[in-house]
Structures are given as structure tokens and as C-alpha cells.
């Protein structure tokens, strides 16, 4: 079974633009959650999905927003970057019913 | 608020000694931890969850509801369980609300 991934898996953005970030859950999984991991704030719940509807929000400003597809498929957009926008974006898909997350790889955003 | 911390960010010991991975969380209801590990160059993975209460390569953890921690245990220590621990909860029981701690480096000496 193919694991969850990420697309794509490096990226550098200019301060003030926007940026989207992909991620496919593992086939059967309908859950995906997103986190920004910073060495200063670690790992930080961004939002989940489920079923094409947006079931938890962390406390991240409204530039941060997700969707996600009929095929459970996710993106995650980021407007005006930031430079402390600079993280790792996880993705973690589940099935439903269960609270084990399985992770990609991640996607490395660098603003400057 | 719920918080997990994680008081040590890097705990060193020798293979065959039993090491100790602490965590302590603040939460208003019902708790459900997990501990969830990293290995080198590869993705976060769960190592337990407290509602099983399985030994998962030797660990396991106890949930102490008086003491609010989830401390995870090994009575022997072996060098491939370097790795980085993360000590988690999750919100309110709907989704996956999850809230990680800050992480513990742990790495075992030859």
C-alpha cells in the first residue's frame, strides 16, 4: 500500500507571495490533517479534513487555508507569506474511526 | 488549555540500561495520549496509544491520571531505539485534533 504523499517536497518563496502544498492520503483514508513543524514551536496542529469538510482548525491566522477533494486528495495554501512561515508542512492521513495518523514526508517551505 | 510537555529535550543513555522518556499533559477531560516516534530519515510513525495498553518494541507507557503524565519505558535500551519521541494528545476526542509535545531526542550508547 503506498504511503502518504507530499508534493512538493522543497520549495523557496519570496516574502508576500502565496504558495499551495499537496498531499494524498493513503487509498481508503478520507481524514487528513496538516502541521507546521518549526524547531521553535515544534509540531503544530494546522487543520483536518474529512470528507471534503473542515472538522478541526488550529490557532493559525486566516492565511492559512486547506481544502479537500471528492478523492480525499489535500491542499494547503499559504497567502502573503511570511518569513516565520518557514517550516515543514506534514500532512498525516487516518481512516476513519482511527487515531493512528500516518505521515509523509513533509513539504520544506523557505521564505525569504 | 491542553498542553503536552516534555521536559528533556535530549536523554542519553547505555544500551541495556532502562531509559525513561517523560511527558506530562494538561487537559480539562479525558486524555487520549499517544507516543509517537521518528527514526532517522524516516516519517513520523505511532509507536502506542495509552487505550491499547500493548508493549510496542519493549515500550510501554502508563496513562497516571493523578500525576497528568504518560511516560514512556524501556527496561533495556537498544541502540536502533535512537530516535526522536514525541508525547501527544488528542482534543476533545472528535478528529484529530492532536496537540504534540516538543519532542525528546533519545540516543543510546554503544
Known amino acids: 500500500k503506498a504511503g502518504v504523499t507530499q508534493t512538493p517536497r522543497y520549495l523557496i518563496k519570496t516574502r508576500g507571495q502565496q504558495v499551495t502544498l499537496s498531499c494524498s492520503p493513503i487509498?481508503?483514508?478520507?481524514?487528513v490533517s496538516w502541521y507546521q513543524q518549526t524547531p521553535g514551536q515544534g509540531l503544530q496542529f494546522l487543520f483536518e479534513?474529512?470528507?471534503?469538510?473542515?472538522?478541526n482548525k488550529g490557532n493559525f491566522p486566516g492565511r492559512f487555508s486547506g481544502r479537500q477533494f471528492s478523492n480525499s486528495r489535500s491542499e494547503m495554501n499559504v497567502s502573503t507569506l511570511e518569513l516565520g512561515d518557514s517550516a515543514l508542512y506534514l500532512c498525516?492521513?487516518?481512516?476513519?474511526?482511527?487515531?493512528?495518523?500516518?505521515f509523509g514526508p513533509g513539504t520544506r517551505l523557505t521564505v525569504t | 488549555a491542553q498542553r503536552v510537555t516534555q521536559p528533556e529535550k535530549l536523554l542519553s543513555v547505555f544500551k541495556g540500561a532502562p531509559v525513561e522518556l517523560k511527558c506530562n499533559y494538561s487537559?480539562?477531560?479525558?486524555?487520549?495520549l499517544f507516543w509517537y516516534v521518528q527514526y532517522s530519515r524516516q516519517r513520523l510513525q505511532l509507536l502506542l496509544r495509552?487505550?491499547s495498553r500493548e508493549s510496542i518494541k519493549g515500550f510501554t507507557a502508563d496513562l497516571n491520571k493523578g500525576e497528568t503524565s504518560f511516560h514512556l519505558k524501556k527496561p533495556f535500551a537498544q541502540e536502533e531505539d535512537s530516535a526522536m519521541y514525541y508525547c501527544?494528545?488528542?482534543?476533545?476526542?472528535?478528529?484529530?485534533?492532536?496537540?504534540f509535545g516538543p519532542g525528546t531526542r533519545l540516543s543510546v550508547l554503544p
Open positions: 498525516a492521513s487516518s481512516l476513519q474511526g482511527s487515531y493512528e495518523q500516518y
Open positions: 487509498s481508503g483514508h478520507r481524514s
Open positions: 479534513y474529512f470528507s471534503e469538510t473542515q472538522r
Open positions: 487537559y480539562s477531560g479525558s486524555p487520549e
Open positions: 495509552h487505550i
Open positions: 501527544a494528545l488528542i482534543r476533545d476526542n472528535y478528529g484529530q485534533n492532536f496537540v
